[in-house]
């Protein structure tokens, strides 16, 4: 509606009255109306379902365990709507679909007449195949490139710049978070490389299929989303040459927490625990995986059940 942000206003000014706007993006604060509003308003970001929330929306047979409503989280995700259609994968598929196309279709292509749909799905498609792996404007634009989805012309530059463009399109939309890095012992934001991680599982599951092998990005995601939830600000942490998956600060506290499906492995846990043994602070500092077993402690580097640490 042109020039809505008038009429809420003259509505502040006139009546003695609470004002309660919602809408699907970031757009809604952007030029005239957060100009107009400007230190009258107070933003409240929503996120699909924790699984928390979820174990309690949903009505689960006395049969179903912990574990088989945690599987049906990471396949359906935490949109709320899916209820009405009790887990049926084609229903559940369907409603997501028509979510995405009114959010790309409308959200985004509606307010970047330059963007091209086609583009803006093979981008969507790379990030969704690549939650958890580090990447950049430009890798991603040289991977589309060499595949023929980006013409670069003269300049090397322009699929980078084209990428970027679009993702900051795709965070405006509040369909993906970027996280940058963050130097552990140096104590910086570092400029290049981050992580992209999808608002909810469910759209990466619709998009791509559901496969047993994409479990532990998956779970990061799930992790990622949960701090967040959690107040806390997330990065991507780098020491020296190795990385934690996260490090969430708030202004008084700070997590270190790596996140893996199974611990079993000595090679694996040997992986997970070096970059939190490399950290010279004391900070907390966590292991979530999948394993149920009765050791919760590598040298004070608690190792936890994901499930427990999302609903505590």
């Known amino acids: 509606m042109e020039h809505c942000e008038k009429a809420i206003e003259s509505f502040r000014l006139d009546f003695d009255v609470d004002i309660y706007i919602t809408g699907s993006n970031a757009y809604l604060l952007s030029t005239e109306f957060s100009t107009l509003l400007s230190g009258r308003y107070v933003e409240i970001r929503m996120l699909p379902l924790s699984f928390k929330e979820f174990l309690t929306f949903y009505e689960f047979g006395p049969s179903v365990t912990l574990e088989e409503k945690f599987q049906r989280y990471l396949q359906f995700g935490g949109m709320p709507v899916l209820r009405e259609y009790q887990f049926n994968e084609a229903r559940s598929n369907q409603a997501l679909e028509g979510i995405y196309s009114t959010v790309v279709l409308r959200d985004i292509l509606q307010r970047n007449h330059q963007a091209h749909q086609g583009m803006l799905q093979k981008i969507i498609l790379f990030l969704c195949s690549n939650i958890g792996s580090i990447t950049s404007p430009n890798s991603i634009g040289n991977v589309l490139s060499n595949k023929g989805d980006i013409q670069t012309g003269k300049s090397k530059n322009v699929a980078g710049k084209t990428v970027d463009k679009y993702i900051s399109m795709l965070r405006s939309a509040f369909i993906f978070y970027s996280v940058g890095r963050y130097d552990v012992k ?30 532990g990005h998956i779970i990061e995601n799930i992790v990622f989303l949960e701090l967040i939830r959690r107040d806390y600000r ?37 992986r997970e625990l070096r970059p939190l043994r490399m950290i010279p602070d004391n900070y907390e500092k966590i292991i979530l995986s999948m394993d149920r077993n009765y050791i919760n402690s ?13 609903l505590s």
């Not at 910086?188 to 496969?211: A, C, E, H, P, S």
């Not at 590598?298 to 999302?310: E, N, P, Q, R």
């Open 186 to 215: 140096g104590k910086q934001l570092l400029k290049t490389l981050g992580k992209n991680y999808i608002i909810d599982m469910g759209f990466r599951n619709m998009l791509l299929g559901y496969r047993d092998a994409d479990h």
């Open 234 to 270: 997330v990065y991507i942490g780098k020491v020296g040459e190795t990385e934690v998956d996260f490090v969430a600060e708030k202004p008084n506290d700070k997590l270190y927490i790596q996140v893996t499906e199974s611990m079993q492995s000595p090679e694996t846990r040997e």
């Open 298 to 310: 590598y040298d004070g580097i608690k190792s936890l059940y994901l499930i427990d640490w999302l």
